[in-house]
C-alpha cells in the first residue's frame, strides 16, 4: 500500500520556468489538497480538490494550477516560477467531508527557486 | 475567522520527562475537530491524534493525549515518558464546519528537542 507519494523529491528551477509536482493516492480518497510549508509557518492550502473534475483555490493559489481527471492523480503546475514559490509541497489526501476523517500527506518536494 | 495559535516556537525537554505543548484555537463553529501532526527532520507529516469538539473524554494514543479544555479553547499534547526520537516539529491544526470543504487550519508548529 503505496499511500500517498509524491514526485520529485527536490528540484531546483530558474525564474520563470514551468514545471508540474505530481502526487498519486491508492487509498480511493475523494479529497486531495496541495500544501506549501514556508519556514516559521504552518501548511498553507495552495488548490484542493473534492473529486475528479472538481477542484478549487485555497488560501495561496496564485501561480499555481492543478487538475483532476482521476481518483488517484492530483498534478500541481508552477506556470512561471517565481523566488517566492521556494517552499517545501505537500500533498494530502483524505477519506471524506466530516471533523473525524484523518488526512494522509506525502512525504513532500522541496523546491527552490532561483 | 478560525484560527489556530501555537505560542511555544521551540522546547528542550529532559529525556523521560512528560512533555506539554500549547494550543489554542479560535472558532464559532459548534462541531469542529483537532488534529496534532508530528514532521520530523526526515519531512514527511504523521498523524498523531484527533478529538472531535463532542468528545466528552480526551483523547489518547499510546503515549499521546490530549488535554481538551473547551471552555478555554484549548487542545494540548502531552506527550508521557518523552524519549529521543520524539524531537520534531508539532503541529496542532483544526477542522471545523462552517466551511463546506472542511479546510484544515493550522499552527506555526512547536520544535521539541529532546535532550539525553
Known amino acids: 500500500n503505496a499511500g500517498v507519494t509524491q514526485t520529485p523529491k527536490f528540484q531546483v528551477l530558474k525564474t520563470g520556468q514551468s514545471m508540474t509536482l505530481q502526487c498519486a493516492q491508492d487509498m480511493n480518497h475523494e479529497y486531495m489538497s496541495w500544501y506549501r510549508q514556508d519556514p516559521g509557518m504552518g501548511l498553507r492550502l495552495i488548490h484542493y480538490s473534492v473529486g475528479a473534475g472538481i477542484t478549487d483555490q485555497g488560501e495561496v493559489p496564485n501561480g499555481y494550477n492543478v487538475s483532476r481527471s482521476t481518483t488517484e492523480d492530483f498534478p500541481l503546475r508552477l506556470l512561471s516560477a517565481a523566488p517566492s514559490q521556494t517552499s517545501v509541497y505537500f500533498c494530502?489526501?483524505?477519506?471524506?467531508?466530516?471533523?473525524?476523517?484523518?488526512?494522509?500527506f506525502g512525504p513532500g518536494t522541496r523546491l527552490t527557486v532561483l | 475567522a478560525q484560527k489556530i495559535t501555537q505560542t511555544q516556537p521551540g522546547m528542550f525537554v529532559q529525556e523521560k520527562e512528560a512533555v506539554t505543548l500549547d494550543c489554542t484555537y479560535d472558532?464559532?463553529?459548534?462541531?469542529?475537530?483537532l488534529f496534532w501532526y508530528k514532521q520530523p527532520s526526515s519531512g514527511e507529516m504523521i498523524f498523531l491524534i484527533y478529538q472531535g469538539s463532542y468528545d466528552e473524554q480526551n483523547a489518547t494514543e499510546g503515549r499521546y493525549s490530549l488535554n481538551f479544555q473547551k471552555a478555554r479553547k484549548s487542545a494540548n499534547l502531552v506527550i508521557s515518558a518523552s524519549q529521543l526520537g520524539d524531537s520534531a516539529m508539532y503541529f496542532c491544526?483544526?477542522?471545523?464546519?462552517?466551511?463546506?470543504?472542511?479546510?484544515?487550519?493550522w499552527g506555526a508548529g512547536t520544535k521539541l528537542i529532546i535532550k539525553p
Open positions: 491544526a483544526m477542522r471545523g464546519t462552517s466551511d463546506s470543504n472542511y479546510q484544515l487550519i
Open positions: 472558532t464559532s463553529d459548534q462541531s469542529y475537530g
Open positions: 494530502a489526501s483524505r477519506t471524506g467531508f466530516f471533523s473525524a476523517d484523518t488526512q494522509y
